[in-house]
Protein backbone atom coordinates (compact mmCIF):
# COMPACT_ATOMS: atom_id res chain seq x y z
CA UNK A 1 0.00 0.00 0.00
CA UNK A 2 1.16 3.35 -0.73
CA UNK A 3 1.19 6.14 1.91
CA UNK A 4 -1.06 9.21 0.83
CA UNK A 5 1.97 11.09 1.55
CA UNK A 6 3.60 9.85 -1.41
CA UNK A 7 1.16 9.45 -4.03
CA UNK A 8 1.76 13.02 -5.56
CA UNK A 9 4.96 11.72 -5.66
CA UNK A 10 5.12 8.30 -7.20
CA UNK A 11 2.73 9.03 -9.95
CA UNK A 12 4.42 12.28 -11.14
CA UNK A 13 7.70 10.45 -11.31
CA UNK A 14 5.98 7.14 -12.54
CA UNK A 15 4.50 9.51 -15.91
CA UNK A 16 7.94 10.85 -16.31
CA UNK A 17 9.02 7.35 -16.34
CA UNK A 18 6.92 5.71 -18.54
CA UNK A 19 7.13 8.91 -21.03
CA UNK A 20 11.04 8.38 -21.16
CA UNK A 21 10.74 4.37 -21.24
CA UNK A 22 8.15 4.87 -24.29
CA UNK A 23 10.60 7.38 -25.93
CA UNK A 24 13.66 4.90 -26.08
CA UNK A 25 12.08 2.68 -28.40
CA UNK A 26 11.65 5.62 -30.99
CA UNK A 27 14.73 7.77 -30.53
CA UNK A 28 17.62 5.50 -29.21
CA UNK A 29 18.78 3.15 -31.88
CA UNK A 30 21.85 1.37 -29.85
CA UNK A 31 19.73 -1.52 -28.37
CA UNK A 32 22.05 -1.93 -25.30
CA UNK A 33 22.22 2.39 -24.31
CA UNK A 34 18.10 1.58 -25.04
CA UNK A 35 17.42 -1.10 -22.66
CA UNK A 36 20.01 0.06 -19.87
CA UNK A 37 17.48 3.17 -19.70
CA UNK A 38 14.64 1.14 -19.65
CA UNK A 39 16.05 -0.74 -17.03
CA UNK A 40 17.27 2.50 -14.92
CA UNK A 41 13.59 3.83 -15.76
CA UNK A 42 11.96 0.49 -14.19
CA UNK A 43 14.08 0.18 -10.91
CA UNK A 44 13.74 3.79 -10.03
CA UNK A 45 10.07 3.76 -10.48
CA UNK A 46 10.40 0.47 -8.51
CA UNK A 47 11.78 2.22 -5.54
CA UNK A 48 9.47 5.00 -5.31
CA UNK A 49 6.43 2.71 -4.67
CA UNK A 50 9.05 0.63 -1.88
CA UNK A 51 9.72 4.05 -0.68
CA UNK A 52 6.24 5.75 -0.33
CA UNK A 53 5.28 2.16 1.28
CA UNK A 54 3.13 1.83 4.24
CA UNK A 55 1.78 -1.15 5.72
CA UNK A 56 -0.77 -1.18 8.76
CA UNK A 57 0.41 -1.47 12.06
CA UNK A 58 -0.93 -2.79 15.64
CA UNK A 59 -0.13 -0.53 18.88
CA UNK A 60 0.17 -2.22 22.15
CA UNK A 61 -3.37 -1.85 23.93
CA UNK A 62 -0.95 -0.55 27.78
CA UNK A 63 -2.26 3.37 27.55
CA UNK A 64 1.04 3.99 29.30
CA UNK A 65 3.28 2.54 26.95
CA UNK A 66 5.14 4.78 24.81
CA UNK A 67 5.56 3.68 20.95
CA UNK A 68 8.33 4.14 18.06
CA UNK A 69 7.38 7.07 15.61
CA UNK A 70 9.10 5.55 13.28
CA UNK A 71 10.98 2.11 11.85
CA UNK A 72 14.75 1.95 11.93
CA UNK A 73 17.17 1.49 14.59
CA UNK A 74 17.98 3.04 17.92
CA UNK A 75 21.68 4.79 17.47
CA UNK A 76 21.81 7.22 20.69
CA UNK A 77 19.99 7.16 24.11
CA UNK A 78 21.02 9.69 26.44
CA UNK A 79 20.11 12.26 29.84
CA UNK A 80 19.53 15.42 29.15
CA UNK A 81 17.75 18.90 30.00
CA UNK A 82 15.06 19.46 28.00
CA UNK A 83 13.91 23.46 28.02
CA UNK A 84 11.70 23.59 25.21
CA UNK A 85 8.69 22.08 26.11
CA UNK A 86 9.45 19.67 28.55
CA UNK A 87 11.67 21.91 31.16
CA UNK A 88 13.25 19.04 33.00
CA UNK A 89 15.40 16.69 32.76
CA UNK A 90 14.94 13.90 30.08
CA UNK A 91 15.88 11.33 28.30
CA UNK A 92 16.14 11.54 24.13
CA UNK A 93 15.98 8.27 22.41
CA UNK A 94 17.23 8.64 18.78
CA UNK A 95 15.97 6.29 15.70
CA UNK A 96 17.70 6.20 12.49
CA UNK A 97 15.66 5.66 9.37
CA UNK A 98 17.32 4.70 6.22
CA UNK A 99 15.95 4.56 3.21
CA UNK A 100 14.50 1.10 3.42
CA UNK A 101 12.80 1.72 6.23
CA UNK A 102 9.22 2.55 6.06
CA UNK A 103 8.92 6.52 6.40
CA UNK A 104 5.60 6.93 7.41
CA UNK A 105 5.76 8.40 10.98
CA UNK A 106 3.26 7.54 13.70
CA UNK A 107 1.96 9.38 17.34
CA UNK A 108 3.80 7.54 20.16
CA UNK A 109 1.18 8.09 22.29
CA UNK A 110 -2.78 9.27 22.60
CA UNK A 111 -3.29 12.53 23.79
CA UNK A 112 -2.71 16.24 22.44
CA UNK A 113 -1.05 18.40 20.74
CA UNK A 114 0.51 20.97 22.85
CA UNK A 115 3.43 22.26 20.74
CA UNK A 116 4.29 22.48 17.25
CA UNK A 117 7.42 24.61 15.54
CA UNK A 118 9.13 24.32 12.21
CA UNK A 119 12.71 24.92 12.11
CA UNK A 120 14.87 25.49 8.70
CA UNK A 121 18.11 24.19 8.73
CA UNK A 122 21.11 22.42 7.24
CA UNK A 123 20.84 18.64 6.40
CA UNK A 124 24.14 16.97 7.63
CA UNK A 125 23.56 12.92 7.71
CA UNK A 126 21.22 11.89 9.75
CA UNK A 127 22.89 9.93 12.07
CA UNK A 128 25.37 12.46 13.69
CA UNK A 129 24.16 13.85 16.40
CA UNK A 130 24.48 17.69 15.77
CA UNK A 131 21.73 16.85 13.03
CA UNK A 132 19.01 17.44 16.06
CA UNK A 133 20.05 21.01 16.11
CA UNK A 134 21.20 22.70 13.19
CA UNK A 135 19.43 20.45 10.60
CA UNK A 136 15.72 21.50 8.67
CA UNK A 137 13.26 19.37 11.74
CA UNK A 138 9.85 19.84 12.85
CA UNK A 139 9.36 20.09 17.02
CA UNK A 140 6.11 18.26 18.36
CA UNK A 141 4.98 18.07 21.37
CA UNK A 142 2.12 15.84 22.77
CA UNK A 143 0.50 15.59 26.09
CA UNK A 144 -2.16 13.86 28.40
CA UNK A 145 -3.50 12.95 31.59
CA UNK A 146 -0.09 11.18 32.53
CA UNK A 147 2.66 13.25 30.89
CA UNK A 148 4.12 15.28 28.05
CA UNK A 149 6.85 14.34 25.39
CA UNK A 150 8.54 15.67 22.62
CA UNK A 151 9.53 14.81 19.80
CA UNK A 152 11.49 15.63 16.18
CA UNK A 153 11.30 14.91 12.88
CA UNK A 154 14.64 15.30 11.37
CA UNK A 155 15.62 15.81 7.94
CA UNK A 156 19.19 14.29 6.66
CA UNK A 157 21.23 14.79 3.75
CA UNK A 158 19.05 13.31 1.12
CA UNK A 159 15.89 14.36 2.43
CA UNK A 160 14.62 17.96 2.12
CA UNK A 161 10.94 17.49 2.30
CA UNK A 162 9.17 17.21 6.39
CA UNK A 163 5.70 16.39 5.73
CA UNK A 164 3.41 17.20 9.25
CA UNK A 165 0.41 18.05 9.06
CA UNK A 166 -0.99 18.46 12.32
CA UNK A 167 -2.60 21.98 14.40
CA UNK A 168 -1.81 22.33 18.41
CA UNK A 169 -5.11 21.17 20.07
CA UNK A 170 -5.41 18.07 17.47
CA UNK A 171 -6.27 15.19 19.61
CA UNK A 172 -4.35 12.07 18.16
CA UNK A 173 -4.21 8.40 18.71
CA UNK A 174 -0.93 6.33 19.62
CA UNK A 175 0.21 4.41 16.21
CA UNK A 176 -1.85 6.74 14.04
CA UNK A 177 -0.08 7.62 10.87
CA UNK A 178 0.45 11.84 10.68
CA UNK A 179 3.70 12.56 8.52
CA UNK A 180 6.92 11.34 6.95
CA UNK A 181 10.61 12.85 6.10
CA UNK A 182 11.25 11.31 2.83
CA UNK A 183 14.69 9.55 1.69
CA UNK A 184 16.40 9.10 4.99
CA UNK A 185 15.99 10.89 8.04
CA UNK A 186 15.93 10.22 12.07
CA UNK A 187 13.55 11.16 14.49
CA UNK A 188 14.27 12.13 17.99
CA UNK A 189 12.29 10.88 21.09
CA UNK A 190 12.01 13.06 24.25
CA UNK A 191 10.61 12.06 27.52
CA UNK A 192 10.75 12.86 31.18
CA UNK A 193 13.40 11.46 33.22
CA UNK A 194 11.05 9.22 35.27
CA UNK A 195 10.43 6.77 32.30
CA UNK A 196 11.37 3.45 32.31
CA UNK A 197 13.62 3.15 28.82
CA UNK A 198 12.69 -0.13 27.24
CA UNK A 199 14.70 -0.68 24.09
CA UNK A 200 18.85 -0.46 23.89
CA UNK A 201 21.27 1.15 21.99
CA UNK A 202 21.49 -0.98 18.07
CA UNK A 203 17.94 -2.23 18.31
CA UNK A 204 15.88 -2.04 15.14
CA UNK A 205 12.57 -0.84 16.09
CA UNK A 206 8.66 -0.55 14.31
CA UNK A 207 6.97 2.71 14.24
CA UNK A 208 3.37 2.27 15.77
CA UNK A 209 4.56 -0.87 17.78
CA UNK A 210 7.75 -1.33 19.30
CA UNK A 211 7.64 -0.32 22.75
CA UNK A 212 10.22 2.47 23.55
CA UNK A 213 9.34 3.29 26.94
CA UNK A 214 6.60 2.83 29.40
CA UNK A 215 5.66 4.67 32.32
CA UNK A 216 5.81 3.28 36.07
CA UNK A 217 3.46 2.31 37.93
CA UNK A 218 4.24 5.14 41.32
CA UNK A 219 4.23 7.97 38.09
CA UNK A 220 0.95 7.06 36.65
CA UNK A 221 -1.76 9.55 36.90
CA UNK A 222 0.53 12.46 37.45
CA UNK A 223 0.78 15.37 34.61
CA UNK A 224 4.05 16.42 34.32
Known amino acids: MITKYGYTVVLT ?13 FMLKNEIIAWIIRVIVILCVAFLFFFFRDSPRTPPKDYDAIVSPADGKIVLIKDIFEDEYLHQAAIQVSIFMSPLNVHVNRFPISGRIGYFKYYKGKYL ?9 VNERTHIGIENKNFKLLFKQIAGTIARRIIAPITIGQEVE ?51
Open 174 to 224: KGACFGMIRFGSRIDLIVPSFVEIIVKLGEKVKGGETIIARIPETMKGILI
Open 125 to 133: VAFNEKSSE
Open 13 to 25: YSLIALLIFMLSF
